[in-house]
């Protein structure tokens, strides 16, 4: 995982007993070097075999040869991705037109590992594969929660291995300014509230992501998201912020009628690009709230001196003016979809997350865009929900026109931007606008402890959607895949399922089994309706308690998922899965007994008691439709059962439902509801 765009395997493999013994031919680098070290320290990890140096000679170690040209566009847009891989008898083939190539054909040749019983073997393959999209990342929020440098560095090695290649760092918003600034110090003494990045630890992050291929994308939000900023530079606001209000946090906005904002931004941007190399530098523009700047009387007459109608106009007079400064600098702009909604320069990238109809939108008007509606991972959906959006699909993601109209009262104007387009096409010359996508993991109850088990394995089968042909669309295939990568991902340093069972322990010290075995079968609702405080309270993210049942339960249950299809397998005529099936719904019926017990005392795991008994009904239900008992009283229990889950799903179904309607016990869904439904003969 990814699939390859061409990929032949033959029967048969290629033993590695004693590792494998690099000869290049081309042009070698340091660069390179490190990577066939950190592969076969990987290989290593994956296969129980020793480590050799790269350039060890002999000793039953197999031939990897690499031949590889150089790129002058390595790490950009540009850079020459292609790599063809040939596993057989005589040993490992890899060609690449340039390092990123080489980077690929590794990732890939570990994928091909395979266990055996006296030593790790290589399928034989011909392998002849390219992206299908240049831009494939990943956009981590450290404003609202601050990630450590160890932990964003375990995301790097993470997506290396699955061939992801940009890291968005949104690095300020209300929460907090998170790069040290030299010209501005109040933004390191106020804006960031201790929790920074060194401007030395940013130069390692950037050479830690360059050696393994990923560039890195800064984004500093203007002119809206500035709480932070403006706490340090309270002159340049719109309105005067009031620290620790929670409405002030999210909407807070520069004002953009003062030079001296221009003045500020030049030299900040000037001196945040020297840190980030990359010539793509991300403003923001999102979700700027109109009265930020309607309700300051200056900057209304301002509006009409100018003949401006709208705050959309008065926005893209500031965009032009960011989108200038940034090119003076040597950068290209990038935006979210808010900065296309009047005319600006064509050169602005522009981000459609609010909807897929902005693919269209932005790419009509001459914009190259990158895509992030529908890949929006803090929206807490399964890896399938993401799978299935294609880039280039202008009718992918967005709220149904029937849908948005009913929630217009509550919406307001956002009804109209999340509202589908059934009429959106894409030409050919705008799908050549698409330059790829990155799915989004914003932190409001995203903790650092938790970013690994929030980002993977799902950000793998996304992975696969950026780079894979679009014809790759199985997702039983995908997620039988996916079990085997996120293992591999485990095994090689990620700390997801390390983390998980931390925090488990810290909740049930000495006897973590009863809270993971529950989080296993399980997964947070959706649609941001655990965010309790964020949308439901008065606190500001970083205080919402991030330590419960919801928080380890992951929003893709690999077990479930394997329950499920398995439950299918056998409702379709394959009896041979039937032990199986009892042993898993055995355990989770029998867990009951042991969470009731741990849960004792606890009042956060008490909250979770109802949701351990669904589990265990669940579970019977499972038995007994095996066990052949369907009468008629059976039947009618089982589908109240399966009601009551239908209706937990429904609670969290979009996000004005999910801050409204109540929700299940624990904010805990029943991912075994599928398999269970199967079995039962209720589907």
Not at 60 to 85: F, K, M, N, T, W
Not at 598 to 619: F, M, N, T, W
Request: proline share 7%; charged share 20%; aromatic share 6%.
């Amino acid at each position: 995982m990814p699939q390859p765009a061409s990929a032949q395997f033959d029967t048969g493999s290629l033993p590695i007993p004693a590792g494998l013994s690099v000869v290049w031919e081309g042009t070698r680098t340091a660069l390179l070097d490190r990577a066939v070290g950190r592969f076969t320290a990987r290989l290593a990890a994956l296969g129980g075999i020793p480590a050799p140096a790269p350039d060890a000679p002999g000793g039953g170690a197999i031939p990897l040869h690499i031949r590889v040209g150089s790129d002058p566009g390595y790490l950009s847009i540009a850079a020459r991705e292609q790599y063809r891989l040939t596993v057989d008898a005589n040993g490992i083939d890899l060609v690449a037109d340039g390092p990123a190539g080489v980077l690929h054909g590794l990732a890939t040749l570990l994928q091909l590992v395979q266990a055996g019983p006296q030593q790790p073997s290589i399928a034989y393959a011909r392998i002849d594969d390219a992206p299908r999209f240049a831009w494939r990342g990943v956009m981590i929020d450290v404003s609202r929660h601050f990630m450590t440098i160890e932990t964003l560095k375990r995301q790097i090695d993470a997506m290396e291995m699955v061939k992801l290649d940009v890291l968005h760092l949104h690095l300020s918003d209300g929460q907090g300014f998170r790069v040290e600034s030299r010209v501005f110090p109040r933004l390191t003494r106020v804006a960031s509230h201790g929790q920074y990045y060194t401007q030395d630890q940013i130069r390692d992050l950037v050479a830690y992501a360059a050696d393994r291929g990923i560039r890195i994308v800064p984004e500093f939000d203007t002119p809206g998201h500035s709480f932070a900023l403006l706490l340090a530079y309270p002159e340049l606001a719109s309105q005067a912020p009031v620290p620790g209000d929670r409405h002030q946090v999210n909407v807070a906005a520069i004002n953009p009628t003062l030079e001296e904002s221009y003045r500020f931004l030049r030299r900040l941007y000037g001196e945040m690009g020297r840190l980030f190399p990359d010539r793509y530098f991300h403003a923001g523009g999102d979700e700027v709230s109109p009265t930020q700047w309607t309700k300051n009387p200056a900057i209304a007459a301002f509006m009409t001196q100018h003949g401006f109608a709208t705050t959309q106009q008065l926005q893209a007079r500031f965009t032009a003016r960011i989108q200038k400064i940034l090119q003076d600098q040597g950068k290209i702009m990038m935006g979210w979809d808010e900065v296309s909604e009047a005319p600006i320069p064509d050169n602005v990238v522009v981000e459609a997350w609010r909807g897929s109809k902005f693919i269209a939108s932005a790419t009509r008007a001459g914009h190259p865009v990158v895509v992030s509606a529908g890949y929006y991972l803090d929206f807490l959906l399964p890896a399938s929900e993401h799978y299935l959006v294609d880039p280039l699909d202008p009718r992918a993601s967005g709220l149904a026109p029937e849908l948005a109209e009913k929630l217009r009262p509550k919406l307001g104007a956002m009804a109209d931007a999340l509202k589908l387009d059934p009429s959106a096409t894409m030409t050919p010359v705008q799908d050549r606008l698409v330059m790829g996508g990155e799915a989004p993991l914003w932190t409001e109850v995203v903790t650092d402890e938790m970013l690994d088990a929030r980002l993977w394995p799902r950000s793998a089968a996304i992975a696969e959607r950026f780079w894979s042909p679009a014809s790759v669309r199985d997702v039983r295939d995908m997620y039988r895949r996916l079990a085997v990568v996120q293992d591999e991902l485990c095994v090689t340093g990620l700390q997801a399922q390390a983390n998980r069972y931390r925090m488990a322990a810290r909740l049930s010290p000495g006897d973590a089994g009863p809270v993971l075995a529950l989080a296993d079968a399980t997964s947070p609702i959706r649609n941001y309706g655990h965010n309790h405080l964020v949308f439901h309270g008065t606190k500001i993210a970083p205080e919402q308690r991030m330590n419960t049942p919801s928080d380890i339960a992951a929003p893709d249950s690999l077990a479930a998922e394997r329950f499920d299809d398995l439950a299918h397998r056998y409702v379709a005529g394959d009896r041979s899965v039937r032990p199986v099936l009892e042993t898993m719904l055995t355990r989770w019926r029998d867990n009951d007994v042991a969470f009731q017990a741990v849960s004792a005392g606890h009042p956060i795991l008490e909250e979770a008691r109802p949701a351990s008994q669904e589990l265990k009904a669940l579970a019977q239900a499972g038995l007994d439709a095996l066990a052949g008992r369907k009468d008629t009283q059976w039947r009618a229990a089982t589908s109240a059962l399966l009601a009551r889950q239908d209706q937990a799903v429904a609670a969290s179904a979009n996000m004005v439902v999910s801050r409204a309607a109540p929700q299940p016990p624990a904010d805990l869904l029943q991912d075994i509801t599928p398999g269970v439904r199967a079995l039962a003969g209720l589907d």
